[in-house]
């Protein structure tokens, strides 16, 4: 098993430029998500995707797309980068019941200038 | 609405109990979590501890949790160096998703 991936690790890139994160999980979770780490905050939610075919916006959707291609994939998109989505970004997935624990990935760090 | 507060910063030398705080305001959560994120890494699952319990320990680390104040300690006995992290608390409501606390960085001194 290997998780949460995520790619890529690291992406620099110029104000007006797109980009698309990808994020898989091979641990069948029906729930997934997207979270961006800002210094000296806590993991905000840009969006997540309760199952396959559904999405919904969290706390600070704006100036991204999400799309839940398949149970295992969820990517996040920027269409046009501006320097205040520089940030880490992870992706997590959920085990339904239980404690629901969530699942991170190692996260993308992105820059843009 | 949720929110979740940590203290920024905890120096310890190794070896002493260390004690991270953290106040949420949702009455309605339903679990609350502490995760351990090291440097360049994702989040990874310490422990939780369900709302209706008051306590929970699971080896070096003890849970506290206080419905009426609304207050989440994680105490870690015998702190070592590789303990040294940031760590948060977060609270799951309704939503599937978490809301966390800004993480507390543990600093542990040899």
């Known amino acids: 098993n290997a998780g949460v991936t995520q790619t890529p690790k690291f992406q620099v890139l110029k104000t007006g430029q797109s980009m698309t994160l990808q994020c898989a999980q091979d641990?069948?979770?029906?729930?997934m998500y997207w979270y961006r780490q800002d210094p000296g905050m806590g993991l905000r939610l840009i969006y997540y995707?309760?199952?396959?075919?559904?999405?919904d916006k969290g706390e600070v959707p704006n100036g991204y797309n999400v799309s839940r291609l398949n149970k295992r994939e969820f990517s996040l998109r920027l269409e046009s980068a501006a320097p205040s989505q520089t940030s880490v970004y992870f992706c997590?997935?959920?085990?339904?019941?239980?404690?629901?624990?969530?699942?991170f990935g190692p996260g993308t760090r992105l820059t843009v200038l | 609405g949720e929110d979740v507060e940590q203290s920024l910063f905890l120096s310890v030398r190794e070896g002493d109990s260390s004690v991270i705080n953290c106040t949420y305001t949702d009455s309605s959560s339903t679990y609350l979590y502490w995760y351990k994120q090291e440097p360049g890494a994702g989040l990874q699952l310490l422990t939780y501890i369900f709302s209706n319990m008051d306590m929970k320990q699971d080896q070096r680390l003890t849970v506290l949790l206080n419905k009426k104040d609304k207050h989440l300690s994680l105490r870690i006995a015998d702190t070592q160096t590789g303990d040294s992290a940031i760590y948060f608390c977060?609270?799951?409501?309704?939503?599937?998703?978490?809301?966390f606390g800004s993480g507390t960085r543990l600093q542990v001194q040899p």
């Open positions: 997590a997935s959920n085990r339904q019941g239980g404690y629901n624990e969530q699942f």
């Open positions: 641990m069948n979770h029906n729930s």
């Open positions: 977060a609270e799951r409501t309704g939503r599937r998703a978490l809301t």
């Open positions: 995707s309760a199952s396959e075919g559904t999405t």
